[in-house]
């Protein structure tokens, strides 16, 4: 396992994400290697060479120790905690996709190297069962009364709401959730301790206390900048199992979001506004082009996001499996029923369950109740096992 320094001193060196450090790493340099070739000026490193001409005599130690005094952590690609199933198949697709266009940047497409967090660190169990909710800045009482009901609802199917920390839409969606008691992630344009908008700094806490989190991959105290908001973006997108727009105007930043889904194949989705109401134009659009699911009841999120998650019977038929209840259980579902003993094994808590299928137990005791509905699963006291 790479230690810590090595993956710290590759996130002093280079900011943000970087193609030229993941094609090394996916030619099977490992960390290490790339670290002795940056600090020795090999040639061999390519591109990366320059990328980090101003930045290879950083201090790795100097950059824990800040994130550290904001209370961040490094999360490295070889951590348990880190979203692994998310990121793979959000970036494979998107490697793909042969319709991404000149104007998308490599940044809004790379794989992260790291990322900073503070809060609840164990980003894939957050991110296992989660949407975005994004929109509009300015966002008018219609989005939201739209972004209250959809964060309402799939806060009681217990999904993490994940979004940017802005004004409007972002804040809305936030707010819902700690109202409702579910884990929210905001996922940061700025670096560890750089608070953006400063308007949100008293909600940014209420969510880590409430066992949500704040992430990053810039780093410690550097600002927002423009191109940060949109490699921020694919973040949001990557995260989630979808993303819904619930109100966003003709050149809303939350329309780059919606695309970074498209591309890595989550379900897309828009809340259709008034005509004659500029703040809805985008996602108008964006319905009226095909390019997404559009929303009619607040309740079809989450519908559209489990219709996903369900085993494709077609394909059950294919390597002649018998069509079973288990085959038709959505990947979180199969995640609590393996973390059982076989029939007659021993009985586990809900706790224990949680831990072994890295959910959060909420979830868990959600999904186990949905599993005893259909007669997979008993409970005797407050123990579990499969039937």
């Known amino acids: 396992m790479t230690s810590l320094l ?3 001193y590759l996130k002093s060196v280079v900011d943000g994400p970087s193609q030229n450090l993941q094609s090394l790493l996916r030619a099977q340099r490992s960390p290490e290697e790339i670290v002795a070739g940056i600090k020795n000026r090999e040639s061999w490193i390519g591109p990366l060479y320059d990328e980090t001409a101003t930045r290879y005599r950083a ?31 959000a970036f494979q697709a998107a490697a793909q996709d042969a319709t991404i266009n ?25 991110a296992a069962r989660s949407v975005a909710i994004v929109g509009t800045r300015t966002i008018t009482d219609y989005g939201k009364a739209v972004t209250r009901g959809i964060a309402e609802d799939v806060a009681a199917h217990q999904y993490t709401i ?71 973006n694919r973040l949001v997108a990557a995260l989630s199992q979808g993303t819904v727009v619930t109100q966003a105007g003709y050149r809303s930043g939350a329309l780059n979001t919606l695309t970074r889904a498209q591309q890595f194949a989550r379900v897309a989705m828009a809340v259709p506004g008034p005509i004659t109401d ?26 559209n996001i489990a219709a996903v998650g369900t085993v ?18 959505s990947r979180n579902e199969l995640r609590v029923y393996d973390a059982m003993p076989a029939p007659g094994g021993t009985h586990l ?32 006291g ?6």
């Open 59 to 89: 201090s790795p130690h100097q950059m824990l120790e800040e994130a550290d005094r904001e209370g961040f952590e490094l999360l490295t690609p070889d951590d348990n905690r880190w979203p692994r199933a998310e990121f793979t198949t």
């Open 312 to 329: 494709d019977m077609d394909e059950q038929l294919e390597l002649e499996f018998e069509a079973t209840p288990v085959q038709q259980l």
């Open 382 to 387: 407050s123990l579990w096992q499969r039937v």
């Open 6 to 8: 090595t993956w710290a």
């Open 162 to 232: 994940i979004s940017g920390g802005a004004l409007g839409v972002d804040t809305q969606a936030h707010t819902v959730a700690l109202e409702r008691g579910t884990p929210t992630v905001v996922v940061m344009a700025g670096g560890p301790g750089y608070v953006y908008p400063r308007h949100n700094t008293d909600l940014f806490e209420r969510i880590v206390e409430a066992g949500g989190a704040l992430l990053t991959e810039y780093y410690p105290r550097s600002s927002v900048q423009r191109y940060r908001f949109l490699e921020r």
């Open 102 to 126: 000149q104007k998308t940047s490599v940044g809004e497409l790379t794989l992260p190297h790291g990322l900073w967090v503070r809060g609840n660190t164990n980003l894939g169990q957050l």
């Open 349 to 380: 808590t809900a706790e224990e369950i949680a831990a072994k299928s890295n959910l959060p137990v909420a979830l868990t005791v959600h999904l186990l109740v949905d599993l005893a509905k259909r007669g997979l699963v008993i409970r005797e």
């Open 278 to 303: 500029i703040s809805s134009a985008g996602c108008n659009v964006r319905i009226r082009n095909h390019q997404v699911i559009p929303i009619a009841d607040v309740r079809e999120v989450h519908a």
